[in-house]
């Protein structure tokens, strides 16, 4: 069935458009089904939070940002749906903050792996870790638990994109820094994160690169002082009342 492209007068051009993306990452193999209906609900808390980077969102991005900077070894987690909506911004993400990109998945094939990491390089990327899956995070029974054991089993800071509450609780019981992207506060994910950045991860991923940049001359006490500061709790419940308000 041919695709009908939507008119920039369209007031969901650009919601539509993402959900296009989808909609070729399952053609392609990347992107699981389920991953059609975790778009749809992503799209219902950005739709109640005016679908845009809200104060708060912008501070977390920055301490994002401070972190990565300051990190041995930030690893980028990728899953179906963000190697569909945003590979050039995580592979640029990854350039300017010195992490490695990693694939993981919950309906993991080798199938799939390998076309996602193909999808990325074909975007740029030279390396992507998640094909040797040669270490675990423990406490998980489910296949998210494979990760490479020099990629996210030896990191320090971790961008968990997109909701994935109990490998998000995992990853925090190992010690890591975890940078969460979702637009869900309530979520496990973003309860447990270091640092949640509630917010699009098509504003957010860019938003987190342009402050790494202007970050990136930053002494190390400065950047310290940027995540001592940030108050993930304040940043929570500022987007609970921001959706809860329903101020668009």
């Known amino acids: 069935?041919?695709?009908?492209?939507?008119?920039?007068?369209?007031?969901?051009?650009?919601?539509?458009?993402?959900?296009?993306?989808?909609?070729?990452?399952?053609?392609?193999?990347?992107?699981?089904?389920?991953?059609?209906?975790?778009?749809?609900?992503?799209e219902a808390y950005d739709y109640l939070l005016g679908e845009r980077t809200i104060p708060s969102a912008d501070e977390a991005a920055r301490a994002a940002a401070a972190h990565l900077l300051l990190a041995d070894h930030p690893?980028?987690?990728?899953?179906?749906?963000?190697?569909?909506?945003?590979p050039d911004e995580m592979i640029e993400l990854a350039?300017?903050?010195?992490?490695?990109?990693?694939?993981?998945?919950?309906?993991?094939?080798?199938?799939?792996?390998?076309?996602?990491?193909e999808h990325l390089k074909e975007h740029g990327a030279t390396d992507v870790k998640g094909l040797a899956a040669d270490g675990r995070i423990p406490g998980l029974d489910h296949e998210r638990a494979k990760v490479d054991a020099d990629g996210i089993g030896a990191a320090d800071v971790v961008v968990v994109p997109l909701e994935d509450g109990d490998r998000a609780e995992a990853l925090a019981k190992m010690?890591?820094?975890?940078?969460?992207?979702?637009?869900?506060?309530?979520?496990?994910?973003?309860?447990?994160?270091?640092?949640?950045?509630?917010?699009?991860?098509?504003?957010?991923v860019p938003n987190v690169t342009a402050h790494a940049r202007e970050l990136a001359d930053a002494t190390e006490a400065d950047l310290t002082a940027i995540t001592t500061a940030f108050d993930a709790e304040g940043a929570l419940e500022a987007a609970e009342r921001t959706i809860r308000d329903g101020t668009l």
């Open 1 to 42: 069935m041919k695709q009908v492209e939507a008119p920039e007068s369209h007031p969901r051009a650009e919601s539509l458009r993402k959900r296009h993306l989808i909609e070729a990452g399952v053609d392609k193999g990347i992107t699981s089904r389920q991953g059609l209906i975790a778009q749809g609900r992503g």
């Open 175 to 204: 010690g890591k820094t975890e940078i969460i992207i979702d637009l869900n506060p309530i979520s496990r994910s973003a309860q447990t994160a270091t640092v949640p950045v509630v917010d699009n991860i098509i504003r957010a």
């Open 95 to 117: 350039d300017v903050v010195a992490a490695d990109l990693e694939v993981n998945l919950f309906n993991r094939t080798d199938e799939r792996m390998r076309a996602i990491v």
């Open 75 to 86: 690893v980028l987690s990728i899953n179906g749906n963000v190697a569909a909506l945003v």
